[in-house]
């Protein structure tokens, strides 16, 4: 439609061009009426050209100072049934019978000039083309145009009217801020009965089970782990299992959250090897399955491994699973040493994708499984927690894996007959390496996640070293024992406590390092940076 | 120790009562359960016409298709091939249905009606837009030679022909509303039925009795786009699209008649509007994700934005006086869309946001019915309940032909020689 007029614009513009070309007028504006001044001119008789060729003048000088608009619709007021009809433009006219072009725009904005008035004329026998187009460029109407204009024009009772309208703008176009919180309620409406009539008709709890323990780290990944289960839309019980017993970080910052939880402690302490640990970890997951198990705890249990990082669509995804089902889980083998291998371009194109999931066939069932190649690893893999070299997951991952609680009870309505019973594994203290011992039959797992097409978490190890000293519980306490002094204090009358010279030099040195950072901005002295530390140790 | 026994005889009947009643709802349900999903969160659609949207025109008429050479379809169509994706590929994919389709009879005696496919809207320039400055010419040779060559043109001077004229001001054949209205409909059309997508009230270029449809819009280019209906609406408005014509329109106020202006100038910092003229890779994504879209005239009051406001679901807001939208008599606009007057675009805010929200839920539901959507799209191969079947549901409700159609020896004939100089010219 608008772009149909491509062509037509071509024709404007040559017509604006010649109008504004025989104008040759100061102003753009100012090109109509010359254009009318000389068109007239051109009909008349050559007498009153002199006539035309000054208003013509004259038209040029209110255009320059007033402004073409206005000085438009100043020669429109006062010469509104001579002359200016006889101008012939090439554009045709704004046919249409009333004239009633309401424009009632009010502000002025720096871009825009606004300032439209309200005209409203009734239909009459003065051409049909209405005041408003009479000072627009484009609408001038020619006389002959006008009879024909007025019988094919829109009919007497159409209220829309071609032809230039003003722009309407309120006094104050900004939002209203009652406005903006009932849109937003709106919003909220919508999105709920969205989630009613698309999401997950009856959300099942989710229960993470998360074995922990105390290490530099653990407040770091507990944090992130704690944020990501409170944008878990569905109920959530959080069972936290720690390793060494619980201690109050842990337990301060569980009660913090918000979450439902359950503190479990666990009686070893947790190894300083990797092989190990993956080992405790995994008995202190079974313990928290006991614990379910005991509890008779319904939902989805989901293995939220303390430093792995969820996606929000893993919760979503997880209330489909039947009894058992499989996730793609992205294997970040973290390479924290400086000497990497040096893939070659090869390598790089051959080197499968971190990822351990299911793996689908054709017909979209469970054929087998994706695991991590840890073969470009070979041999530089970290052994003790917080060595700095990649550190690699085993086997299948229990991230990786989800399953319904009733599979872990006693009895439970439905529960097939490839689960194995719950006590009936790990007694022997053998080794559980991942859920599927879990299993008679590892076939029935259910791929989720698009058939494992769509990686909905990360498996990442990240320690500091073991002896890595942090605050318990990352309070400062008792306080820090270096006491800075105030060298200059703003107060002339205070006396300086510390006179040590090394504390001068120190303060030198900062002031040097400062004034070498903002040159121009700092001043000198430092006289109130050094306030603010006296204010502060205070 | 009786009385007891007493008390539990009527509550067992009680029960027996209600196990005969219950499972009878429930066995209805089982056997619909998908469909009763599906219209849990949709809700049926009748217009003023009744409940016409999902009827099936086969059976209810039938459609001679004249012969016409190729020079007035498939050669324009060869010569560019743009016009299949343009919006006004209608007239084409109208062509084409109909060929194939169960309703087209190939003895003209038991026609009800007569089509001619002579696409107007297929003469593109560089940049693809459509020039109608030959279309009338066009038009004319075309009806022309059906009038030679058959003897149903004359007998009813066009009464019971119809003609899909999707340009911007159908058959008056021209881009610009002035010009347009100045032109007039063809005369040669004057008794016709036009298939068209302009609809403005009490205009020169809608003809009493003009079936209007949607502007075309790619099928599967929408389809391809789809995300995934839980996603949230967090758009409150949403547009994108020209506020100022700068080429066309330097001053601004003629183009859309100041309304896209007056929408840019109050509402572009208003966080509620996502409005601006991006071109966006993620429109139709985008568009999904909003409550509103605003659906303003242009140059012309249709636009391909009503099509897909519908498809994806977001209510669309129309500001354009007067206008009349596609299939008006079978779908109730007023119930699906928003109609904001064009001197109201300032309060448009305070407008959408006191909306109770039970219409706003209720629109949504009317928008989630398959049916609505189904009849705003073309698509190829077509399917039951798309728009090519709404246009056949149109033409036959307007069956049985009033009396005037036939013409007797006194009436009035068409006067071929209406009209301007340079239509005359043969093409």
Same mark, same amino acid.
């Given at each position: ?538 | ?54 009827? &099936?025109? =086969? ?5 001679? #298709?004249?012969?016409? @050479?190729?020079?007035?379809?498939? $050669? !324009? ?124 009230? &009490?205009? =020169? ?5 003009? #079936?209007?449809?949607? @502007?075309?819009?790619?099928?599967? $280019? !929408? ?133 109770? #929200? ?70």
């Amino acid at each position: 439609m608008m772009k149909s007029l491509l062509p037509q614009s071509q024709l404007r513009r040559s017509s604006a061009a010649a109008v504004r070309s025989s104008g040759g007028g100061a102003g753009g504006g100012d090109g109509a009426a010359a254009a009318d001044g000389s068109g007239g001119a051109g009909a008349r008789a050559p007498a009153s050209s002199t006539f035309w060729f000054l208003l013509h003048a004259l038209c040029c000088l209110i255009s320059l100072f007033l402004g073409f608009r206005f000085s438009r619709f100043l020669f429109f007021l006062l010469f509104s049934t001579t002359a200016l009809y006889h101008s012939t433009t090439s554009s045709s006219s704004a046919a249409v019978l009333r004239a009633t072009t309401t424009t009632t725009t009010t502000t002025t904005t720096t871009t825009t000039t606004t300032n439209t008035f309200t005209l409203s004329f009734a239909a009459s026998n003065t051409p049909p083309s209405g005041p408003a187009n009479r000072t627009a460029l484009e609408a001038a109407a020619a006389a002959a145009k006008g009879s024909a204009g007025a019988g094919s024009g829109s009919n007497p009772q159409s209220h829309v009217v071609v032809g230039r309208h003003g722009i309407r703008i309120r006094p104050w176009p900004h939002p209203d801020p009652v406005e903006v919180m009932r849109a937003h309620q709106i919003m909220e409406r919508v999105q709920e009965e969205q989630r009613r009539w698309y999401g997950v008709k009856e959300p099942r709890q989710v229960l993470a089970v998360t074995p922990t323990y105390s290490r530099a780290f653990q407040a770091l990944h507990l944090t992130g782990l704690l944020h990501s289960l409170r944008n878990v839309p569905y109920p959530l019980t959080w069972i936290v299992v720690e390793a060494g017993g619980t201690t109050n970080a842990t337990a301060a910052m569980l009660a913090r959250s918000g979450l439902t939880f359950i503190h479990i402690p666990f009686p070893d302490r947790m190894p300083h090897d990797w092989a190990d640990r993956h080992a405790t970890e995994n008995r202190m997951r079974l313990h928290a399955l006991r614990v379910i198990r005991e509890r008779k705890m319904d939902g989805v249990v989901v293995f939220a491994d303390d430093s792995n990082v969820h996606s929000m669509e893993l919760f979503d995804e997880v209330q489909k699973v039947q009894w058992m089902g499989a996730v793609s889980v992205g294997i970040l083998a973290h390479t924290g040493a400086a000497e990497q291998p040096r893939l070659s371009e090869e390598d790089k194109q051959t080197m499968p994708l971190p990822v351990q999931g299911p793996a689908c066939n054709s017909s979209g069932h469970l054929a087998g499984w994706h695991t991590f190649n840890s073969l470009p690893f070979s041999g530089k893999t970290a052994t003790v927690v917080g060595e700095s070299a990649p550190v690699l997951p085993r086997g299948l991952e229990w991230a990786g894996f989800v399953l319904n609680s009733r599979m872990l009870w006693k009895e439970a309505d439905g529960k097939p007959d490839w689960v194995k019973d719950l006590d009936a594994v790990g007694e022997n203290g053998e080794e559980i390496e991942n859920p599927l011992t879990l299993l008679n039959d590892a076939s029935s797992v259910e791929p989720l996640g698009n058939c494992g097409k769509k990686v909905l978490l990360w498996w990442l190890r990240v320690e500091a070293r073991a002896d890595s000293k942090f605050p318990q519980g990352w309070v400062i306490e008792p306080p820090l024992e270096v006491v800075v002094p105030a060298k200059r204090t703003p107060w002339p009358e205070a006396t300086n406590e510390l006179p040590s010279e090394l504390l001068d030099e120190k303060q030198d040195q900062e002031d040097r390092r400062l004034s070498r950072a903002n040159k121009s901005s700092r001043p000198r002295s430092t006289t109130k940076r050094k306030g603010d530390l006296q204010g502060q140790e205070n | 120790m009786g009385s007891s026994r007493k008390r539990w005889l009527p509550v067992a009947l009680l029960l027996l009562a209600a196990s005969v009643l219950y499972p009878g709802p429930a066995a209805a349900a089982a056997g619909g359960e998908a469909e009763h999903a599906v219209q849990q969160h949709s809700e049926r659609i009748s217009g003023s016409a009744g409940d016409v949207l999902e009827d &099936n025109p =086969v059976g209810k008429l039938k459609v001679f #298709i004249y012969d016409l @050479p190729r020079k007035y379809n498939k $050669k !324009m169509v060869t010569k560019d091939p743009r016009c299949l994706s343009h919006m006004f590929a209608a007239e084409i994919f109208m062509h084409r249905f109909l060929l194939s389709s169960a309703v087209r009879t190939l003895n003209p005696k038991e026609a009800d009606w007569f089509y001619t496919p002579v696409y107007t809207t297929c003469d593109l320039t560089n940049a693809g837009l459509p020039l109608p400055f030959k279309s009338p010419r066009v038009m004319r040779s075309a009806i022309q030679y059906i009038s030679n060559k058959w003897p149903f043109w004359n007998r009813t001077d066009g009464a019971d022909h119809f003609f899909v004229v999707p340009h911007d001001f159908a058959a008056c054949f021209h881009y610009q509303e002035e010009k347009a209205i100045e032109r007039g409909i063809l005369p040669l059309l004057r008794r016709a039925t036009l298939v068209q997508t302009f609809g403005q009230e &009490n205009h =020169v270029c809608l003809k009493e009795g003009s #079936i209007i449809i949607p @502007p075309y819009a790619p099928p599967q $280019k !929408m389809q391809a786009h789809l995300i995934s209906p839980d996603t949230p609406r967090s758009i409150f408005v949403y547009f994108r699209g020209l506020f100022y014509d700068t080429g066309n329109d330097p001053e601004g106020g003629y183009y859309a008649r100041g309304a896209r202006a007056s929408l840019w100038e109050n509402f572009k910092s208003n966080p509620l509007f996502d409005i601006s003229t991006d071109h966006p890779a993620t429109y139709y994504e985008d568009m999904q994700r909003a409550v509103f879209c605003l659906c303003p005239l242009g140059w012309a009051p249709w636009s391909p934005r009503l099509v897909e406001a519908v498809v994806f679901g977001c209510i669309p807001v129309i500001i354009a006086d007067d206008i009349v939208l596609p299939f008006a008599d079978a779908i109730p606009w007023e119930e699906i869309g928003v109609f904001v007057e064009e001197k109201d675009v300032p309060k448009l805010d305070t407008i959408l946001t006191s909306m109770p #929200i039970d219409d706003i839920l209720r629109k949504q539901r009317l928008l989630a019915n398959p049916s609505m959507k189904q009849a705003m799209l073309f698509p190829q191969p077509a399917q039951p309940r798309d728009a090519f079947h709404q246009i056949l549901n149109g033409l036959a409700r307007k069956l049985p032909h009033p009396e005037g159609v036939y013409l007797q020896p006194g009436d009035q004939r068409l006067n071929w020689t209406a009209g301007p100089v340079g239509d005359l010219k043969p093409w």
